[in-house]
């Protein structure tokens, strides 16, 4: 299993709905529980969500340095959890 790095930014709906769907599958599946999860608020952790350079929205998920999921304007919670379970994946592979 692999962690997953998270980048956020404090007050983001997107970010929230993200924060929600990870509650869905954690609940939903116990192997999931387990997954160590760094999350990085790109204001508060500037020097840490510098060293991503590849995104443009929040939030973003990495596993191993890979990007797997980045937020779009007007995403629905559907298409998030999707994606986020798209990441919880990866990460267990």
Do not use: S, W
């Amino acid at each position: 299993m692999q962690t997953i790095t998270m980048i956020t930014l404090a007050g983001c709906p997107y970010c929230a709905a993200a924060f929600k769907a990870i509650d869905e599958l954690v609940t939903d599946n116990d192997v999931y529980a387990a997954t160590e999860i760094d999350i990085i608020d790109e204001n508060a952790q500037p020097e840490l969500a510098g060293k991503f350079t590849d995104y443009y929205y929040v939030p973003t998920m990495y596993v191993g340095g890979k990007k797997i999921y980045e937020a779009h304007p007007g995403e629905t919670y559907d298409e998030c959890l999707a994606n986020v379970r798209k990441v919880f994946e990866a990460a267990h592979e």
